[in-house]
């Protein structure tokens, strides 16, 4: 009786051992990182620290940069909200769509839809050449575009946060945010150069572009190549233009094998397609503030996908070792790609000067996920103990710097994660 019992058990049994055995199927035809294995390392908690420490160091960032008395977050009526660039008195894509990621990641619905519905009503263009696109950079207090053209890393982060919201919380509670993704998606798809406004990602050299407007069409910021980004648009943009994005990201991952310098990974600014850096009348491009997002940039890509692990870890080696020759506690800001101080330092909200900026403390630590051997807490620690604060100085960035360190911390506790379509 028992030997049948047993029997109708694992009858009973095999429909969803066979679905899991082809979920597993599926996921090791799909790739590598963890959207194949849905595994996100916490290297937090690797390093000694306890889940509930973690969980509370993450919650206080959010609350600092979100809530505490020098948020840069601000909600307007009932339903909007806005990121706000305090030190430089505008908000911008770039702050408000890096809101909408932290929003969809930590499953905040109402901060998300209240961004978004700030960003479409004041910054969306709904005519003209640049229909579907985003004015990259507004005064909260006077509602004046300070631009009237696009900043593409905007762009880029708000379709990636309305297809991650999409599969999040579903098209029915509100907002239908796949629709949304696609209004931008097929706006740039239908950029043909009218009025000097292009798709934007230069086509032809399969990249994204610093702005896809005139002249700006034609060269990059290293800090805009995602290449997880193009992977998450191939997966669920549905569009029609899987292969392209695919494309664009082996390009944006060969880009930066290119861009960064072999020996101290640093990356200049703005390069050309090429990974040049550009020249410039008034300073030539370096390893400046937009420069500081790489190193998370390829930890993401790492994570997530790892289709180019080996490089990436001889990457976050070769950046470590760099910052750790200047000292891990004290290394600088600003670089050329070599090493060498810059001759041209570069201000932050009017303040020029060269310091141990959090926000390159915190994207240094994230590369550590990409570190294989005992040396991958060296810089986490550091992180850990740091604080969103003013410096010894009185500069205080609670935008830039904190969300930047928001994110990384989110990357070291395997809480920025490719949020993948929700089923019951």
């Known amino acids: ?70 948020k840069v977050y601000f909600e307007v009526g009932d339903s909007m909200a806005y990121v706000s660039d305090v030190k430089n008195h505008d908000a911008r894509t770039e702050g408000l769509s890096y809101g909408m990621m932290v929003a969809v990641q930590l499953n905040k619905k109402d901060v998300f839809d209240r961004i978004w519905r700030w960003s479409k009503k004041y910054l969306q263009h709904q005519d003209g050449p640049s229909k579907g696109y985003f004015a990259w950079s507004i005064n909260p207090q006077t509602m004046k575009h300070n631009s009237e053209g696009s900043a593409s890393d905007g762009e880029l982060y708000y379709i990636t946060d309305l297809l991650f919201a999409a599969n999040r919380w579903g098209n029915n509670t509100g907002i239908n945010y796949y629709d949304e993704a696609r209004i931008i998606l097929d706006a740039m798809w239908k950029k043909d150069g009218t009025g000097n406004v292009h798709p934007l990602i230069n086509i032809a050299a399969k990249q994204i572009s610093f702005v896809p407007e005139g002249a700006g069409y034609g060269w990059t910021d290293p800090s805009y190549d995602l290449p997880a980004f193009y992977e998450v648009w191939a997966l669920y943009a549905k569009d029609g233009h899987e292969q392209f994005y695919r494309d664009c990201a082996d390009t944006a991952r060969v880009f930066l094998h290119r861009a960064c310098d072999p020996v101290t990974s640093l990356n200049p600014d703005n390069t050309d397609f090429n ?150």
């Open 1 to 70: 009786m028992k030997k049948l019992v047993l029997l109708c058990v694992m009858v009973a049994l095999l429909p969803a051992l066979a679905h899991g055995q082809s979920q597993k199927a599926l996921k090791k035809v799909s790739g590598k990182g963890a959207f194949a294995s849905s595994i996100y390392p916490d290297l937090f908690h690797e390093a000694g620290y306890s889940k509930d420490d973690i969980n509370i160091k993450v919650a206080k960032a959010y609350h600092d940069v979100f809530e505490g008395p020098n």
């Open 275 to 424: 990974g040049k850096a550009l020249g410039g009348s008034r300073f030539p491009s370096a390893f400046r503030f937009d420069s500081w997002r790489v190193p998370m940039n390829i930890t993401m890509d790492y994570v997530w996908f790892g289709k180019d692990k080996k490089w990436q870890q001889n990457y976050a080696k070769r950046l470590q070792n760099f910052l750790r020759s200047k000292g891990i506690n004290d290394f600088e800001d600003q670089f050329n790609t070599d090493g060498s101080r810059p001759a041209f330092i570069l201000p932050a909200g009017g303040v020029r000067k060269l310091r141990h900026s959090l926000g390159l403390v915190a994207t240094s630590a994230a590369a550590s996920l990409m570190i294989t051997d005992n040396t991958k807490f060296d810089f986490v620690r550091p992180l850990w103990n740091a604080k969103l604060e003013p410096y010894v100085d009185g500069y205080f960035d609670p935008y830039y710097d904190g969300l930047l360190y928001l994110f990384s911390l989110m990357h070291l506790s395997g809480k920025y994660q490719l949020i993948q379509p929700q089923t019951n």
